[in-house]
């Protein structure tokens, strides 16, 4: 078997992070931050060093300001919904997953301004473009670091220097880049990042969070939620203070469990060794694929502008004919269709049909990019 479904969900997960979630099950079990005995103290220690791996990955200085929740959709809900206000403009991308589109669009209901900037065919964002999209009453630009559906990295940095010269903030949603490419909450002056644990994290699902820069003023985020906290449990109303504010609730410490040992064993391996790998296995993916007759590779096309994520079709046969043959003949594991994110396939011209998907990941082979590149040849060449 061969998965390339990596863009959608990590497997198989780095050593010891199955391990890790053994361990808390069978020898921790407490609920962090509500007892002062052992096992309590332990729960939340590990809940800790969880927040301590994924503020040293993305450079963020204080891992009190990183709110724990579900998914990246949980978090890039709760700096949507937490901070904008009737009235307000935010500027976002053609090239966004259903997780930041639907919010905005459920906001615009509600009297928040949305301009939505066209990338180009190949999913190519123009800072330019977002800059003249600025209004006065702009607060915030909302963009993905890469696209999920052909890997096109979005210009976070660039756009992060137009945020700050304008005093905006700015929203980064690094779901396909945390883990796979390097991510600086810093240089890149992003002021609030959404993390998914489940994908180049290593983590499991059910984890992600939310960076809360020191540019944004904490109390003026709604919290989706209120409830316990194990703190101030004295007072009636939700405290106003991170990471509590926003993380009511017991959290899921198996799951942070292993959360903390995928990011470490990233930070371990290196983000830049990673990045290289898959560099190397997008080249080879590309041009294959490039070379077969029939098919159609969407996107960037250069592996140094995107993550290890490639769209295609294959010339008379729909995506999910391709996707079930790969499966069924080839044991190869992909995605196909619209991928959450039709607006990206409307820019991409992909609409409605969408494309078949390979998402690689640090585990992925050269032998298995040769190995679906001579299945696509087959398929292509219409022998199944
Ligand atoms: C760019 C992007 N944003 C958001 C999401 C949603 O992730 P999750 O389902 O973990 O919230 C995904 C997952 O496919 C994604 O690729």
Redesign the pocket.
């Known amino acids: 078997m061969i998965y390339f479904d990596n863009?959608?969900t990590s497997w198989p997960k780095p050593p010891g992070v199955a391990e890790a979630m053994v361990h808390f099950m069978g020898a921790v079990g407490a609920n962090p931050g509500r007892a002062a005995h052992r096992q309590a103290v332990e729960s939340g220690r590990i809940v800790y060093g969880a927040r301590e791996a994924v503020c040293e990955l993305f450079r963020a200085p204080d891992p009190l300001r990183l709110v724990f929740g579900k998914?990246?959709?949980e978090a890039l809900n709760l700096a949507l919904r937490g901070l904008l206000r009737p009235g307000d403009h935010v500027v976002t991308s053609s090239m966004e997953?259903n997780?930041?589109m639907r919010p905005l669009r459920a906001l615009e209901g509600k009297g928040v301004e949305v301009t939505v900037v066209g990338c180009s065919p190949q999913g190519v964002l123009d800072p330019a473009d977002v800059e003249a999209a600025i209004r006065p009453n702009t607060r915030l630009v909302a963009l993905?670091h890469a696209s999920?559906v052909v890997g096109t990295l979005l210009p976070v940095a660039e756009v992060g220097a137009i945020c700050r010269g304008r005093d905006l903030l700015l929203l980064a949603?690094v779901?396909?880049t945390g883990g796979a490419y390097p991510v600086d909450v810093q240089a890149d002056q992003i002021d609030l990042l959404g993390f998914?644990g489940?994908k180049s994290l290593g983590g499991p699902m059910g984890t992600?969070g939310l960076i809360v820069g020191e540019r944004v003023d904490e109390t003026q985020i709604e919290p989706l939620i209120r409830g316990g906290t194990g703190s101030r449990s004295e007072h009636e109303v939700q405290p106003d203070f991170l990471p509590d504010r926003c993380e009511s609730g017991t959290p899921n410490v198996v799951g942070l469990a292993g959360l903390g040992m995928g990011v470490r064993w990233v930070l371990e391996r290196g983000v830049d060794a990673i990045r290289a790998h898959e560099v190397a296995l997008t080249q080879a993916l590309i041009e294959g694929l490039q070379s077969l007759p029939g098919v159609t590779v969407y996107g960037a096309l250069d592996p140094e502008l995107q993550t290890a994520t490639v769209s295609f079709n294959v010339a008379g046969m729909a995506p999910s004919e391709v996707g079930l043959c790969l499966d069924d003949e080839y044991g190869i594991l992909c995605r196909v269709g619209l991928h959450?994110a039709p607006t990206a396939h409307k820019t991409l011209g992909t609409f409605p049909e969408g494309t078949v998907r390979f998402g690689l990941s640090a585990f992925n082979t050269m032998d298995e990019v040769e190995a679906a590149l001579a299945a696509v040849d087959n398929l292509a060449r219409g022998h199944v």
């Open positions: 863009a959608a998914n990246v959709t997953h997780a930041m993905n999920n949603d779901a396909q998914t489940h992600g959450c």
